[in-house]
């Protein structure tokens, strides 16, 4: 089976930048190499199917059926108001029916995210929440705007600040601090983080992406979504997550007490971003509605999701 996300180490996996050494051998010194967890098999199966393009309902079925936590989630969802069509799902064939394996990719994706470096931290459920916004809202831009990028800018949004959970892990104090600081001084995380570390969640992030042999579609988006409009390529999945990125920041989308902090760092972005993408002005208060509106329904479903 193909995968977008795992597999094979392909030439184009070759000739991706890797992270510099001396930043790597920071990251290495501060945050601890050993305490980065091996990706569990079952869930990398998971993430895997979930990822790939030539995935048939029949795959989705027979990796379900396999784990019971995992069946017990998915016919939990079937049988839920959102998706209750009036007819109890009794099976697992009967559940992927009703889901759709679109959706289902996106959620098993949420439910790999949900499980990585689970710290029992406030911070913790303030990124889920804000990873889960951006994800919305980089499907919802790419649904109008590129359509063939919507699932890979669902997992780019899910995935674009796994760094920041690692840090998050190893230095529960220290970087909720940093964070802490960066909103009362008006900063974006990469600049508040770099005050306080040789490194930033990007560069962490793009370490995870290596070890567990992300391809070089996702891991630009975990490495790059903060770099100058210009390293960005204007039809690049990086550029859907960063522009959501900024949008959910501006609208608050799964924010926090800091909302409106973070409003007054990233909404001065935000037409900059309209621009690069050529995303004409009738369409900018559209996408953003969208994008709300979209948040609001399906924010439910992956929080409940995510719980078991």
Not at 98 to 104: K, N, R
Request: hydrophobic content about 40%.
């Amino acid at each position: 089976m193909l995968s977008k996300l795992f597999g094979r180490r392909s030439k184009q996996n070759e000739e991706h930048p890797p992270l510099a050494d001396g930043v790597r051998q920071s990251i290495v010194s501060y945050l601890g190499v050993k305490s980065l967890p091996i990706m569990p098999k079952v869930a990398q199966q998971a993430f895997q199917l979930a990822t790939s393009p030539n995935a048939e309902p029949e795959d989705y079925i027979a990796v379900v059926e396999r784990d019971e936590g995992l069946s017990a989630r998915v016919l939990k969802i079937a049988n839920s108001v959102y998706y209750s069509r009036g007819t109890e799902s009794k099976t697992i064939t009967d559940a992927v029916t009703v889901i759709g394996v679109s959706e289902l990719q996106c959620l098993m994706n949420a439910t790999a995210l949900s499980n990585f470096f689970p710290i029992r931290h406030p911070l913790r459920a303030l990124f889920w929440a804000h990873d889960i916004a951006v994800a919305i809202t980089a499907k919802t831009l790419a649904n109008a705007l590129r359509p063939e990028q919507a699932e890979m800018a669902f997992l780019g949004g899910l995935m674009h600040d796994i760094g920041k959970l690692f840090m998050l892990q190893q230095h529960s104090n220290n970087y909720e601090k940093v964070v802490m600081r960066g909103f009362e001084e008006g900063l974006q995380s990469i600049d508040g983080e770099t005050v306080a570390y040789p490194f930033d969640h990007t560069q962490v992030g793009h370490l995870i992406a290596e070890r567990w042999h992300f391809t070089p579609e996702l891991t630009a988006v975990i490495s790059k979504h903060h770099r100058a409009w210009p390293e960005i390529p204007k039809d690049s999945v990086v550029a859907l997550v960063k522009t959501a990125n900024i949008i959910a920041h501006t609208l608050a989308l799964g924010a926090g007490r800091e909302a409106n902090q973070a409003r007054r760092i990233y909404e001065p972005m935000l037409p900059e971003a309209w621009e690069y993408l050529d995303v004409p002005e009738p369409l900018r208060a559209e996408l953003l509605e969208r994008a709300t509106s979209a948040f609001e329904q399906e924010r439910s479903l992956y929080e409940s999701w995510s719980n078991g």
